[in-house]
């Protein structure tokens, strides 16, 4: 079965330090993989989504960037957080089987900038 | 640009009572997702609907995906406290992102 880790779960940050999250998908290959952000009690925006290694699309110009170092690994990094990249990130993989095509979630991760 | 409305955006009722929360959109899908999210955890899957008219139940819970393949429903029968949380549609198509709708937040109080 197929399973999506992402760490850490909870982060404190300062203003202007970087950023990295990590999310790790096992027990599958090749799958599309996307970063979306959740404001509090909202529905998902997302943010980066990749169809293979070293393959990032940009849904929404801000200072975060996204990387697909390994097949089954996805990285969302920032050089400088701001206050407004508070919020709750998840991670995604998807699974198409003929025409139903679904997403499965990570555990999230929930960042806190000061 | 496909969008997806959910209603009502909040909804808050007794342990016991009926409900239905709706998903609609302009655009067609090919497939339709529910999810369960809990405070602090990612969304759950709930449900995968792909033809039109379908109707799937998973226990108290009973969706229908739309003729057209353009809204979908929730209904739960007999609601507990554990059924609280936010109720999450997404669609889909192939080779596109997937469209999520804002989310209806229930509270079932015992």
């Known amino acids: 079965s197929q399973t999506i880790h992402q760490w850490p779960a909870t982060l404190v940050q300062p203003v202007g330090s970087p950023l990295s999250l990590e999310c790790t998908v096992e027990g599958t290959s090749n799958p599309n993989l996307y970063w979306y952000r959740q404001a509090a009690g909202r529905g998902l925006q997302l943010l980066f989504y990749?169809?293979?290694?070293?393959?990032i699309s940009s849904e929404v110009p801000q200072n975060l960037s996204a990387s697909r170092p390994q097949d089954r690994q996805f990285i969302l990094s920032s050089k400088k957080l701001l206050l407004s990249d508070s919020g709750f990130y998840l991670c995604?993989?998807?699974?198409?089987?003929?025409?139903?095509?679904?997403?499965?979630f990570g555990p999230g991760t929930r960042l806190l900038v000061l | 640009t496909q969008l997806l409305e959910q209603s009502p955006q909040f909804l808050s009722i007794q342990e016991g009572e009926n409900l239905t929360v709706y998903c609609n959109s302009s655009?067609?899908?090919?497939?339709l997702q529910w999810y369960r999210q809990e405070p602090g955890e990612g969304p759950v899957l709930l449900v995968t609907?792909?033809?039109?008219?379908e109707v799937k139940k998973l226990k108290r819970l009973t969706f229908q995906f739309g003729d057209a393949r353009k809204d979908s429903s929730l209904h739960i029968t007999a609601a507990q406290p554990g059924d609280t949380g936010l109720y999450l549609c997404?669609?889909?198509?192939?080779?596109?992102?997937?469209?999520f709708g804002p989310g209806t937040r229930l509270s079932v109080l015992p």
């Open positions: 990749s169809v293979g290694i070293g393959q």
């Open positions: 609907v792909v033809t039109g008219g």
């Open positions: 995604a993989w998807s699974w198409t089987s003929g025409s139903a095509v679904t997403q499965y």
């Open positions: 997404a669609g889909g198509n192939y080779g596109q992102n997937f469209v």
């Open positions: 655009s067609v899908f090919s497939s």
